[in-house]
């Protein structure tokens, strides 16, 4: 069935203070907004990916089918279980997904594949959002943090990330509520995927968008299907069944970022899009007042209602840059040429929507103390492990 997305009242914000771990109510409000398929969730994970409950999509007319065909009429199992649990204290969100999609989509070249991604972190883990985890301080810095394509390969011990599948998919940040996961902001080519800069580590540069559905997702060379950016088939149940049509000018669908934000209205408040690999929320645009949530940092998160959140935004990185908390420097990254017009902290007694002047954290070190856990060392075997978008296909 469609996806229970929820909203959440906006409390008063503190910038600069340590947040608060998430609960366990609240755990399970976000991982409820999830099209779960699973009869588990979200009070316990599913004994295994394969095994879970799945839902039958079908759609015609979708190109290479990801499970059986009949005529034009392509027939797939997805498979989505979100899930929180609290022992010692400590409350863990739990991601187990196929990462098929629960809407149309079109690839005419690459048939997506069923994933057996499955992991688990803290649940919006206490953060000092003065002592961020990422805090560039120049060009190339800023270019090295957001204009990598393996930046989310690996996650800060503070999240306590653990991997429980045989995928180990290094470019994932995240998995939308629609179970299709979300993959790092940069292409293959280290560029923005839709709105491409040539830079100075992009010896072949293409400004060639990479080509999309209507739900802005496709498969890379491995047929793992993915978006880099808020999908208005995330919100808009009406967009899912137009999926299976290409992304371009003859389908209305010629500015990307304006595609995007259609379906999601500013009268739906704040709604959960989706989770990070290092336990945070993804928010979609728009706050409970209606307005673009503001004051985001290097990383596309900021603090909100006392806990860490990635947003799903217009401009680049779109989910999330990198793992925050980040500061917020004067620079941009290069591979762009669709991000923030400036970082602008919030102030401290801002609401998610008001922000104050801009603050250069030059003084901020480049480095982070925090320890990472590198996702590729973590395991075994793995179905389709990525690297990268090297001959990324699809449409």
């Known amino acids: 069935g469609p996806p229970a997305m929820v909203s959440f009242i906006l409390l008063a914000q503190c910038s600069g203070a340590p947040t608060t771990a998430g609960s366990l109510a609240k755990c399970r409000e ?56 609290e022992s010692g204290g400590e409350v863990r969100i739990r991601v187990q997904t196929n990462g098929l999609p629960d809407h149309c989509y079109t690839s005419p070249r690459t048939a997506p594949v069923a994933l057996d991604l499955d992991f688990s972190a803290v649940f919006s883990p206490a953060l000092d959002t003065e002592a961020p985890k990422e805090a560039p301080t120049s060009q190339a810095d800023v270019d090295s943090l ?83 950016m808020i999908s208005p088939c995330m919100k808009d149940l ?19 970022k304006s595609h995007a934000m259609a379906g999601f209205k500013a009268g739906d408040g704040r709604v959960v899009v989706g989770v990070a690999k290092d336990g945070n929320i993804i928010y979609g645009p728009y706050d409970d007042d209606g307005g673009p949530i503001t004051g985001l940092d290097v990383c596309n998160g900021r603090e909100i209602d006392g806990t860490y959140s990635y947003v799903g935004s217009e401009t680049f990185p779109y989910f999330s840059g990198c793992f925050g908390p980040g500061n917020y420097p004067a620079f941009q990254p290069a591979c762009t040429t669709n991000g923030l017009a400036a970082y602008i902290k919030p102030s401290t007694t801002a609401t998610t929507t008001t922000a104050d002047t801009t603050t250069d954290e030059t003084a901020a070190s480049a480095t982070t103390a925090a320890t990472t856990t590198d996702e590729t060392t973590a395991s075994s075997t793995t179905a389709a492990t990525t690297t990268g978008e090297t001959t990324a296909s699809s449409t």
Request: glycine share 8%; net charge negative.
């Open 146 to 228: 957001l204009c990598d394509i393996q930046r989310h390969a690996t996650v800060p011990s503070s999240s306590g990330f653990q991997s429980h599948g045989t995928q180990r998919l290094n470019t994932v940040s995240g998995v939308s509520t629609t179970g299709t996961v979300m993959l790092n902001q940069n292409s293959a080519e280290q560029v923005d995927p839709f709105y491409p800069s040539p830079w100075s580590q992009v010896p072949s540069y293409t400004d060639a968008p990479e080509k999309i559905d209507k739900c802005l997702g496709h498969p890379q060379a491995q047929g793992v299907y993915h978006y880099h």
């Open 30 to 85: 976000v991982a409820a907004a999830f099209d779960n398929t699973c009869t588990e969730a979200p009070q316990a994970p599913a004994a295994s990916v394969v095994g879970m409950v799945g839902e039958v999509y079908s759609c015609d007319n979708v190109g290479m089918c990801a499970g059986s065909e009949a005529g034009a009429t392509c027939t797939w199992t997805r498979r989505l279980c979100v899930s929180c649990v």
């Open 238 to 256: 009406t967009a899912r069944s137009g999926g299976n049509r290409p992304c371009n000018q003859q389908q209305g669908c010629a500015d990307v």
